[in-house]
């Protein structure tokens, strides 16, 4: 099956941190991760690139996986509890969905080391809205509380990606927006650069900052900037 192009990409993503970090740090994996992914995948394709589903074959492009009619209505399930939040549907409605930004020639610092990653990096938005210098990530969840949605994202190193996401485009605020496989419930987390240091959504972005330099500073030891010349 044809891959989508954004992946095909020379720039160093997000999502090669992580592969990193599982290498040099791997967790127990519970519960089914393939289809945690691909049901995930099925979601934001449902709010945000929905010429992508196929709702009578219950396929989505560039995807393998095969999903159940159980799948594709819970789907439906969580889009509509979406579009019920105030604040979800108007971001959605201002917002650019799949927006790819890309930064070059970004000199890092890590413990007052400076760095560059040469290939660049890159990342691909669920929802972006420039006009705002804002932009939004769309989590399904097995959390059922908000409490429960904020220690998955610690987990899955959500807000890292967020301050990535914020860096590369330029953005001051971002939204982490979950939705609730178990009873739809709708969980919102700022992260905002400019806010007091004392303010929560500011130690999300500072915390996020220094896992992605923790991690892109390896990345540039193990991959790029310590390169041997044959």
């Known amino acids: 099956m044809a891959q989508d192009p954004y992946f095909g990409r020379p720039e160093i993503s997000n999502s090669d941190?992580?592969?990193?970090?599982?290498?040099?740090?791997?967790?127990?994996?519970f519960g089914d991760k393939e289809y945690a992914y691909a049901f995930g995948t099925l979601l934001d394709n449902m709010i945000t690139e929905p010429d992508k589903v196929d709702l009578f074959?219950?396929?989505?492009?560039?995807q393998t996986y095969r999903y159940t009619a159980d799948d594709f209505e819970l789907?439906?399930?969580?889009?509509r509890a979406y579009y019920k939040d105030p604040f979800a549907k108007m971001i959605s409605d201002?917002?650019?969905?799949?927006?790819?930004?890309?930064?070059?020639?970004?000199?890092?610092?890590?413990?007052?080391?400076d760095f560059t990653l040469s290939a660049g990096?890159?990342?691909?938005?669920d929802l972006l809205v420039r006009a705002w210098?804002?932009?939004g990530d769309?989590?399904?969840?097995?959390?059922?509380?908000?409490?429960?949605?904020?220690?998955?994202?610690?987990?899955?190193?959500y807000f890292r990606s967020r301050a990535w996401y914020m860096d590369i485009e330029g953005t001051n605020k971002d939204m982490l927006i979950g939705i609730s496989k178990k009873n739809q419930k709708i969980f919102k987390i700022c992260v905002d650069r400019n806010a007091p240091l004392t303010d929560m959504s500011r130690k999300l972005y500072e915390h996020g900052k220094s896992q992605y330099e923790d991690l892109a500073f390896k990345y540039w030891l193990m991959f790029d900037g310590l390169k041997i010349s044959a």
């Open 17 to 29: 941190l992580s592969a990193l970090q599982e290498m040099l740090h791997p967790k127990p994996q």
């Open 57 to 62: 074959n219950l396929t989505v492009k560039y």
């Open 75 to 79: 789907a439906k399930a969580m889009k």
């Open 94 to 113: 201002a917002a650019d969905f799949q927006a790819i930004s890309t930064r070059y020639n970004w000199l890092m610092n890590y413990n007052g080391f």
């Open 121 to 125: 990096t890159r990342c691909k938005w």
């Open 133 to 135: 210098k804002m932009g």
């Open 138 to 157: 769309i989590k399904s969840t097995a959390a059922e509380t908000q409490s429960q949605f904020e220690a998955a994202c610690e987990h899955f190193g």
